[in-house]
């Protein structure tokens, strides 16, 4: 059997039920695991060791005392910006340096009723704003599979933990791609669900209509287990969906048959260059062999959702990041008076993209230029939703890429917003449409440079709103077939034992 730290969450809780190893022993591999690896990595803003040995302690007692938990002794690293009562829980900002959460977000506690063990709050880009990390104000994360390149963003240190070993699961949110982008950069599946499906409670807000929380796992059986856990209503979130939420476990596949897959017409990877669309070629040829019928579908307003995202999120993000005012949480610098207090704190507490955002943001929803920029934005919005609808009256799910390249160097897009922006081209449409999408690891390519690393692809899948299980089901399937992390670890991994 592998090192306790390499085995997936399903193995972890399989051999705690049945009482083979213990919660704490699981804790003591990823500890140590944690203290190999992060200088390396970085993919935690601070550690909960505390915490997750108490609970730890407890998954033990109900295990002992006969109880089965879903998620018994499995490590989770949870993405800091989502409370966790008692932790420090900093949306990567500095003007929340410190802060501590009072109480605990629906989908971590309900990981934590599970028996998940939080070992640590994870890196991100500041506010969930970004492509690659390089926006947290507090850390830098470096990519398992090559420690000069970013593991993607904003859930980036989510992702690295459980690609470097140093957590079987990680809490994520995806805004417009920021669970499937780092999954696809770090070769880890990452999943995000339909709009509503996750309580939101305890998520710091970044678009509210966009935000969603979902799993990263090293696998799909563990993200659908997760996810399991995690979906479902939740009173204390409004927009929480009141619908039951169908197993995926049990629906999990080997094959495809009888499903359609539709690739995108308007998604054509030529642009991407040779290796890449090969690729994805490849990845399109895989489905078919599983059984898959190929069919032609069309996003003819895909090309409006940049432009349509960047509207509607920076809107939502002006307005919610308003409550950041030096009164009520985190940084505080004083002024002459109230106004200037406000000014001082959030000139020094926000970073230059959430400034960016902030301005773009109010500018769109400034009277005079609402209906020109916001109310446009929100037209495209339905349109996109509309496409969806059509393209799956001819197809059960739709399959493209998860981002636009691979991992790429620190600093490459640092000086180009748009090119950052551009990074979500493939992810942003599902976003607008509200649908549940993943990604999970579909090759590789060469860096390039003589001797360079491989680095993972992400192959992305899209189904109708609800059909979560449909999701899971033939990702597995398509998992299982190509197998292509699953035996394979990152150099990180294979060279700090
Ligand atoms: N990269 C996109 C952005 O910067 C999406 C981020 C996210 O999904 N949270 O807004």
């Keep these: 059997m592998s090192a306790l730290y390499q085995r997936s969450a399903t193995q972890i809780a399989a051999a705690v039920n049945a009482r083979e190893v213990s919660a704490v022993e699981v804790l003591g591999a990823h500890m140590a695991r944690i ?54 829980t900093t949306a990567g900002s500095k003007i929340l340096a410190g802060w501590v959460a009072p109480y605990t977000a629906t989908a971590v506690a309900r990981l934590l009723e599970a028996g998940c063990l939080p070992v640590g709050k994870a890196n991100l880009d500041e506010f969930a704003m970004g492509s690659s990390c ?40 995806d805004t417009g791609g920021s669970i499937r982008e780092p999954a696809a950069f770090c070769g880890v599946v990452g999943m995000k669900p339909t709009y509503g499906r996750i309580s939101r409670y305890g998520l710091i807000a970044f678009a509210s ?9 090293r696998t799909v059986e563990d993200a659908a287990a997760m996810y399991g856990v995690m979906a479902g209503h939740d009173p204390m979130d409004a927009t929480s969906l009141p619908r039951p939420v169908e197993p995926t476990l049990p629906a999990l596949r080997t094959d495809l048959r009888g499903l359609r897959v539709g690739l995108v017409r308007e998604f054509d990877t030529k642009d991407l260059g040779e290796e890449i669309d090969a690729a994805y070629r490849r990845a399109y040829a895989q489905l078919a ?111 493209c890429p998860a981002a636009s390249s691979p991992a790429f160097e620190f600093g490459a897009k640092s000086d180009d917003p748009v090119s950052m922006y551009l990074m979500d081209y493939y992810t942003i449409p599902m976003s607008l449409a509200g649908l549940p999408a993943l990604s999970v690891p579909c090759g590789f390519v060469r860096d390039g440079s003589p001797g360079g690393r491989e680095l993972p692809l992400g192959l992305q899948l899209v189904a109708p709103l609800y059909e979560e299980a449909r999701l899971f089901a033939a990702a597995h399937a398509y998992e299982q077939a190509t197998r292509y992390t699953l035996d394979r670890q990152p150099p990180v991994v294979e060279s700090v034992r």
């Design 35 to 88: 203290e190999r690896v992060e200088p390396s990595i970085g993919a935690f803003l601070s550690l909960t060791a505390d915490l997750a040995r108490e609970q730890a302690r407890r998954v033990d007692e109900a295990v002992a005392a006969g109880k089965r938990l879903p998620l018994a002794g499995v490590p989770v690293a949870v993405k800091d910006n989502m409370c966790l009562q008692g932790t420090v």
């Design 134 to 173: 390089e926006n947290s104000a507090l850390g830098v994360t470096r990519n398992p599979w090559d420690t000069d390149r970013v593991p993607g963003g904003s859930s980036g240190g989510s992702v690295a933990a459980v690609a470097a070993g140093e957590a079987a699961l990680a809490t994520a949110s």
């Design 289 to 399: 062999a599983l059984g898959a019928e190929i069919v032609d579908v069309a996003l003819p307003h895909a090309e409006y959702g940049l432009a349509t995202y960047y509207l509607i999120a920076p809107a939502e993000a002006s307005s919610n990041l308003a409550r950041f005012d030096g009164v009520r949480y985190g940084l505080r610098v004083d002024g002459a008076n109230v106004q200037e207090m406000y000014g001082k704190t959030r000139a020094a507490g926000f970073g230059p993209e959430v400034k960016r955002r902030i301005l773009i943001g109010t500018y769109a929803l400034s009277s005079g230029y609402y209906d020109a920029y916001y109310v446009r934005a929100q037209k495209a919005r339905t349109l996109t939703a509309g496409d969806f609808e059509r393209a799956f009256a001819a197809c059960d799910l739709i399959a």
């Design 209 to 217: 209509s966009l935000d969603q929380i979902g799993p990263i796992a």
